[in-house]
């Protein structure tokens, strides 16, 4: 094995064992379409909540509007984005949930309790974690506020190693209006940190 871990087997294995995950099927309308993106060599670690619909279908990470929204945020392109010896994409679920009243449902919880920990610890070179949403905000940060608008508030709190953000979907867009000071002060920041974290 490499130090970097690209010829760990056991890797290539826990990987394949959670591609053919089905713990949560019988919740899953669509059925299980586990989408994720991992390689120990990893320098970002984007931590998101669960696919949608049309991730799903295309069994490809952010392939819709968010991811859009999402790698302009970051400063990256598509090809950098989805490398994944730079970008290691995480979501809290692996499989869409299906639809509620009000948006997609909540990320399934069978998957951070049977999968993160061990996958985290396969990414020993992340220098940059981005924390999507409230439910991974909750899991990966200690110090979470009564909110996610809080949390997100209190960036400065984690920078540089750690940024909260809101989901980057379009229907957060009366979110960032109303919050001026993320696009003025916050994405700046990020946007560095993105640099910093992939520079050889």
């Given at each position: 094995m490499g130090s970097d871990g690209s010829g760990d087997k056991s890797f290539a294995i826990l990987l394949e064992s959670v591609k053919q995950c089905r713990l949560c099927e019988e919740f899953l309308p669509m059925g299980p379409r586990p989408v994720l993106q991992l390689d120990p060599r990893a320098r970002i670690l984007v931590a998101g909540q669960?696919?949608?619909r049309r991730v799903h279908e295309s069994g490809v990470p952010f392939d819709d509007p968010s991811g859009d929204r999402l790698r302009e945020w970051l400063g990256i392109s598509r090809e950098t984005f989805y490398d994944p010896t730079m970008v290691a994409i995480l979501p809290m679920g692996f499989c869409y949930p299906g639809t509620g009243k009000s948006g997609d449902l909540p990320p399934r919880?069978?998957?951070?309790?049977?999968?993160?920990?061990?996958?985290?610890?396969?990414?020993?070179r992340i220098r940059l974690t981005l924390v999507i949403g409230q439910y991974a905000q909750k899991w990966h940060l200690p110090r979470t506020q009564k909110n996610l608008t809080e949390t997100v508030r209190a960036?400065?709190?984690?920078?540089?190693?750690?940024?909260?953000?809101?989901h980057p979907s379009p229907r957060n867009n009366i979110w960032l209006k109303k919050n001026p000071w993320f696009a003025r002060s916050l994405l700046p920041a990020l946007t560095r940190a993105v640099q910093v974290a992939l520079a050889d």
């Open positions: 669960a696919p949608g919880p069978e998957c951070a309790t049977a999968w993160r920990k061990q996958l985290m610890q396969r990414l020993p960036w400065q709190d984690h920078a540089p190693g750690v940024f909260p953000l809101p």
